[in-house]
């Protein structure tokens, strides 16, 4: 089995996703997550675009010690001194230089020839060997490149002193069969010595499937980013790309380093620095991927995993699947549930108590536990009980705030006072005043679902009581007024 190399660029192209901004000790943090994961090498950024990348460089550099440390740098001497001045603490240091090679590029771009971009490429790669022995080569545009000239620019760097070959489809342009044609290709010709690196992005949704086709035909390495960040939609995810390979061993006959215990963690940890929230459906680190409602699927995973999981969860990290109970569940499922609450039923009990979930399915997205309970004890499940009547908030300088609320159930009305840090820490701490009780706030977003200055603003809450996690959702132009209709709303689901 071939060893693939994992080079994570979450913090160089994920952090150009739009409106991502890392702070150096931000990636510090995700960095270390990498190493310990077992990335083989981590770029670190991009010197030249700002003093904060290189700071970011240069702390990583001195800090990682198993991961091999990369820096990008455009086909330019000022370029290539101001990586290395960051990557030079690195115990493995790699210089990644890089140059667009197709027509459109160089045209309107570069505006230079084959003939210069030819001989930029080959100077700079000799410039940054001078200074460090691993040397990595991008072709910008690669995939819609002349093939001749890719191959010449290819075997003069090489000549020059790269180490790795790294072919970008840097807009998502080709479909996986060009693709692995154009990788065998290059395969054919450079080295066997050579690393060869594949750098897919997501603009026609197959950034995964090129750069596996990639190593089916010949890439020893793949660029990758955590929960596919970068520039427009994205890269290569790098937990798609790492489980793909573990769970098909049969097809790629091949392995990666990758402690995929972490994946999960890591995946947190980034969607919370960058604030970009994973989709539910997400592929392998959605909160959906290993979650079933449908009955026939619950019902085939109870009697064995492998007819619905192709992984297992405990893989990525998580302790094991999901069983949620909803309109589409079925009968086993139930059963199952009230087991492990302690419910033994006969069939003709079980038979009644589901003809009562589903007529509560239909009401509630969610049926917790405490539902079940009450469908059993003959209880009636009661719907949302508070709402928001009125709030104010007063804001310090020094983000010190302190709230006022009232809320209303039925015709009864609660008023709570609080001060936090910030407006919404102040909001929730009133609101917890109001009911007398409390509730442990576990994530809270907010996003804005319209365009322009009247934008109509979303808020997600998830609240924890008694081991059971709440969701709450709220939408108003005013964030604050959203945030607060949100956590209410998380609060009904709790007591529903």
Known sequence: MKKVFIFDT????????????????????????????????????????????????????????????????RSVKKDIDI???????????????FIATSDIHMKYKLRKTKEEVLMQAVEAVKYAKSLCEDIEFSAEDATRSDPEFLREVFLRVIEAGATVINVPDTVGYCVPSEFGNLIAQIRNYIPEEIILSVHCHNDLGLATANSLIGVLNGANQVEVAVNGLGE?????????????????????????????????????????????????????????AFAHEAGIHQDGILKERSTYEIMNPKDIGLDSSEIVLGKHSGRHALNE??????????????????????????RKREILDRDLISLLEEKP???????????????KINNSSYAKVDI??????????????????????AIENAINMHFDLIDFSLKSVTMG??????????LKKDGEVYSGRGTSKNILEASVIAYINAINRALA
């Open 381 to 395: 499940v009661e719907l949302p009980v508070y709402r928001l009547v009125n709030m104010e908030v007063i804001t």
């Open 10 to 73: 979450t913090l160089r192209d994920g952090e150009q996703t739009p409106r991502v901004t890392l702070e150096p000790q931000e990636k510090l943090r995700i960095a270390k997550q990498l190493e310990e994961m077992g990335v083989d090498i981590i770029e670190a950024g991009f010197p030249i675009a700002s003093p904060g990348d290189v700071e970011a460089v240069t702390i990583i550099s001195k800090e990682i010690k198993n991961s091999i440390v990369c820096g990008l740098a």
């Open 232 to 288: 427009r939609a994205g890269n290569a995810a790098i937990e798609e790309v790492v489980m793909a390979i573990k769970t098909r061993k049969d097809i790629f006959n091949a392995y990666t380093d990758i402690k995929t215990e972490h994946i999960m963690n890591l995946s947190r940890l980034v969607s919370g620095l960058t604030g970009i929230p994973v989709q539910p459906n997400k592929a392998i680190v959605g909160i959906n």
């Open 408 to 429: 209303e159930k039925a015709e009864e009305r609660f008023h709570g006072e609080s001060d936090g840090d910030g407006p919404i820490e102040a909001l929730f701490n």
């Open 83 to 97: 990586a290395w001045s960051a990557l030079q603490y690195a115990k493995r240091p790699r210089i990644h230089v």
């Open 337 to 362: 549930r009230l087991k492990q609450l302690g419910y033994v039923l006969s069939e003709e009990e079980l038979t009644k108590v589901f003809e009562k979930f589903k007529i509560l399915a239909d």
């Open 453 to 462: 200055k009247d934008a109509l603003g979303e808020a997600l809450v998830k």
